[in-house]
């Protein structure tokens, strides 16, 4: 009698079940919200489908980069931007040869840090003082010296060796005046943080090879006009030095906001869609066919958020396309007007109430940029974000020279290019896009090949980019190609008819 009585109650209890399986099923599939650039939602769910990927062989990540991101190390950050602080100031007119405070202390307490870097790193790392006399200019009010602190680590592919990697942040620091070398000015955030995660970069990456140079640098002068990096990227330029990309970090600390939102998941890449350096030819073929969002900045930022999706998914990398922030620059600028790529990473929120700041308490508000309001952690993912990216670049071949477009009409699309040099290279991929994605959506490896037509898909249609892929599979930076200047017939001009 009893199993009778509960039989009923059995079939009850296994409805009940099944229906809430389907229920759990019907929500783990359609119950998502939809993307949005506010919401760190998406990210998380990137995350676990991108683990997934991995473990499905989907995603093939390079080994060494993985270690790389894993070993990069928050404590590391912190204890470095707590150093930095305790000199007081970093402003650039401060004192430079007090050992305890001003921006001489920050400078060589930056210099033996890196130099202990390199100590791991087989002589392929090289620290330099870059010093110079910075005369007398706007925030400058006597001629004063300056000293870049450049750690190079050497390429060891004979062939990518002269290309170079450049990864930045400033360790001057400002309060409320720029010319107020006296009063105290802890830049925690602007930007120590910046100073931190390339000095923790180049504690990591010391210790592995890369076929391309990185140079990790640290660089005063920021806040009285960039003075730092425009004089290193006008000393490359004057040396035909072969910077590939180069990164600033630049307030990179907070994952809390002045409008109090909490993002410790985003970091915002800004690059420029039209080049500072363009030339008069450019524009006139970019008012004529379009561009405009596809300079080699702009493909620097795409290939930032390809890396970082792939081997740190629960980061957003949001692509800002605009050189800079209203009213602010920073030190990828002097390296965009010399023809470079060039992007800025920041905060996505940031607080002005810590930036630029006398330390003081004001109607119960805290003023000044104090490592209080750092978030070490956020600081670590912002550094893994870029050295992912760095090593993914330097490990890889370079962007493919001369690459053209055939502007002959026709439905399909011709693409040519100039053979890479390296010798571990596997061959070319063509990437494409609807003319209004962000983002490279397709792509398609064509082998070996020095020029390849996409057959029925018109140039008019589409946007189109080569990169080169060596054999283990590390892929270069998006070439852009120009329009290949069409050869004139003998009865009709060279110019396009107006039709
Ligand atoms: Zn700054």
């Known amino acids: 009698m009893r199993s009778t009585d509960a039989w009923p109650f059995r079939l009850t209890a296994h409805v009940f079940l099944l229906t809430l399986l389907i229920l759990v099923a019907f929500v783990r599939e359609f119950g998502q919200t939809r993307p949005s650039e506010a919401n760190p939602r998406p990210a998380r769910t990137k995350a676990v489908k991108t683990r997934r990927a991995v473990r499905r062989g989907i995603i093939a990540r390079n080994p060494q980069i993985s270690k790389i991101v894993a070993e990069i190390d928050a404590r590391n950050i912190e204890n470095t931007i707590r150093k930095l602080v305790s000199f007081g100031t970093r402003n650039t007119l401060s004192d430079q040869n007090d050992p305890n405070r001003g921006i001489g202390a920050a400078r060589d307490w930056l210099y033996a840090e890196f130099q202990k870097a390199a100590a791991a790193s087989g002589g392929r790392m090289t620290v330099e003082k870059q010093t110079f006399e910075q005369p007398k200019a706007a925030r400058v009010p006597q001629p004063t010296m300056l000293t870049n602190i450049v750690a190079t680590l050497k390429g060891t592919q004979p062939e990518s060796a002269n290309r170079v990697y450049v990864v930045s942040g400033h360790y001057d620091s400002m309060c409320n005046s720029p010319t107020d070398a006296k009063c105290d000015a802890p830049g925690a955030n602007d930007d120590a943080s910046g100073t931190a995660a390339v000095l923790e970069m180049a504690r990591v990456m010391a210790r592995y090879k890369f076929d391309a140079t990185i140079i990790f640098m640290t660089v005063p002068g920021e806040e009285q006009g960039l003075l730092g990096a425009t004089y290193f990227a006008e000393n490359s330029k004057k040396n035909n030095v072969n910077i590939e990309a180069m990164f600033t970090n630049d307030i990179i600390g907070s994952s809390l906001g002045g409008n109090g939102v909490r993002d410790a998941h985003t970091v915002r890449v800004f690059s420029e869609g039209v080049p500072s350096n363009e030339t008069t030819a450019e524009a006139t073929s970019r008012r004529s066919v379009g561009g405009e969002n596809d300079s080699a900045s702009r493909q620097l930022a795409r290939f ?56 003081r308490v004001e109607n119960g508000v805290q003023y000044g940029d104090l490592p209080q309001f750092d978030d070490f952690k956020y600081i670590a993912d912002v550094a893994r974000t870029n050295a992912a990216a760095l090593a993914a670049l330097a490990l890889g071949p370079a962007r493919p020279a001369n690459v053209f477009i055939a502007t002959g009409l026709s439905n399909d699309t011709e693409l040519k290019w100039d053979a890479n040099k390296e010798p571990d290279l596997a061959g070319y991929e063509i990437v494409w896009r609807d003319t209004t994605a962000a983002t490279w959506t397709n792509s398609r490896s064509v082998g070996n090949a020095l020029t390849y037509t996409m057959k029925g898909m018109s140039k008019d249609n589409y946007f189109f980019g080569v990169r080169a892929v060596d054999k283990e599979g590390n892929r270069s930076q998006v070439s852009y190609p120009r329009p290949l200047p069409r050869a004139p017939r003998a009865n009709q001009p060279a110019a396009a008819p107006p039709d």
């Open 304 to 359: 930032i958020k390809e890396t970082s999706e792939r081997y740190l998914p629960s980061m957003k990398v949001w692509m800002i396309y605009r050189r800079d922030r209203y009213g602010r620059g920073g030190d990828h600028q002097p390296f965009l007007e010399r023809g470079y790529a060039a992007v800025r990473f920041t905060e996505p929120n940031e607080d002005y109430h810590h930036q630029h700041q006398n330390v």
